[in-house]
């Protein structure tokens, strides 16, 4: 198992761009996230889904969308770019069913610098 | 806002156990306690959870006091690589509404 992967790992855009992030899990989890973790800081939600087709958002969603068309994979999407969402971000996916603990797995991070 | 106190910042002599305090006070029956952390600029790390009971895994202890108002996460024989912020969270399951809370956590160095 790959876990949850992330693409690309850094990335540097200019005030004004869009760009998308990718997170994929081969898990065959039904939840997935999106945190922003800003430095020296805890990380912040800024969207989850519950499954393929459904999604909602976190803490901090101004800025950003996302869309889930496949259990695997929870794109988020950046519209003009500021230099307020430069932050790293995390994906991370769980197995949410009834009352058992979600324990989430997180993947590496991308590091976006908005310029 | 995070329902859990941490201490900035702790020590560890290297091989010895470390014991890392958490003050929930606030927790709800159906509300679990989990421990993550997170090595320097890598996705955070599931480590233990628990709800009631006290809990043990290959990576540490979970200590849950009766009243469940506190607990203790517990590296046995704490590493180098135990070098990281934990993070204590309490929460209930996502799908009963619940929503992990990263708050600032405690910075564990593991000294030589």
């Known amino acids: 198992n790959a876990g949850v992967t992330q693409t690309p790992k850094f990335r540097i855009l200019k005030i004004g761009q869009s760009m998308t992030l990718q997170c994929a899990q081969d898990m065959n989890h039904n939840y997935m996230y999106w945190y922003r973790q800003d430095p020296g800081m805890g990380l912040k939600l800024i969207y989850y889904s519950v499954g393929a087709g459904i999604t909602d958002k976190g803490e901090v969603p101004n800025g950003y969308n996302v869309s889930r068309s496949t259990t695997e994979d929870f794109p988020l999407r950046l519209e003009l770019a500021a230099p307020s969402q430069t932050s790293v971000y995390f994906c991370?996916?769980?197995?949410?069913?009834?009352?058992?603990?979600?324990?989430?797995?997180f993947g590496p991070g991308t590091r976006l610098t908005v310029l | 806002d995070a329902k859990t106190t941490q201490p900035p910042s702790m020590d560890c002599a290297e091989g010895r156990a470390a014991n890392l305090p958490c003050n929930h006070s606030?927790?709800?029956?159906?509300?679990?306690v989990y421990w993550y952390r997170q090595i320097h600029s890598q996705g955070p790390q599931y480590i233990i959870h628990?709800?009631?009971n006290n809990e043990t895994n290959e990576m540490a202890s979970l200590i849950i006091t009766e009243d469940r108002k506190s607990s203790t996460l517990i590296l046995p024989h704490a590493t180098l690589r135990d070098t990281a912020v934990y993070y204590c969270i309490v929460s209930l399951p996502y799908n009963q509404g619940g929503k992990l809370i990263f708050g600032q956590g405690t910075e564990l160095s593991v000294k030589p």
């Open positions: 991370a996916s769980s197995y949410s069913k009834g009352l058992r603990p979600d324990t989430q797995y």
């Open positions: 606030t927790i709800s029956g159906n509300e679990y």
């Open positions: 628990g709800l009631k």
